[in-house]
């Protein structure tokens, strides 16, 4: 069973920040594209960010300029950097390994982002 550990939610002011960060296991880390995944209440999951092993990246419309994925390979972890938080950015958001040449797809346990004043 491979496991994906999520941190660094929580309950933030609009304008706020927040990193979240996500731990992969060594064995899939650096051929996975690592992303991350958000669903608020009543919507459909929905892409954040994705990045490829060697770093390409891809953002959602609404994030971009805001939001900011990295990956340590050395730490096996992905990263979220959030900034200039929006109430509509309110979700549980949830870190995803997957690699579609070897047929896997792997989802973290989610993680609580509150933004209110």
């Known amino acids: 069973q491979v496991q994906l550990v999520e941190s660094g939610g929580g309950l933030v002011q609009p304008g706020g920040s927040l990193r979240l960060s996500c731990a992969a296991p060594?064995?899939?880390?650096?051929?996975?594209?690592m992303g991350w995944y958000r669903q608020a209440p009543g919507k459909q999951r929905e892409l954040v960010a994705d990045i490829f092993s060697r770093g390409n990246t891809n953002y959602a419309d609404s994030v971009k300029g805001r939001f900011t994925i990295s990956r340590d390979n050395a730490k096996n972890t992905v990263y979220l950097q959030m900034n200039s938080l929006k109430s509509e950015d309110t979700a549980v958001y949830y870190c995803?390994?997957?690699?579609?040449?070897?047929?896997?797809?792997?989802w973290g346990q989610g993680t609580q982002v509150t933004v209110s004043s």
């Open positions: 060594q064995s899939i880390f650096s051929i996975s594209v």
């Open positions: 995803n390994a997957h690699q579609p040449l070897l047929g896997y797809n792997y």
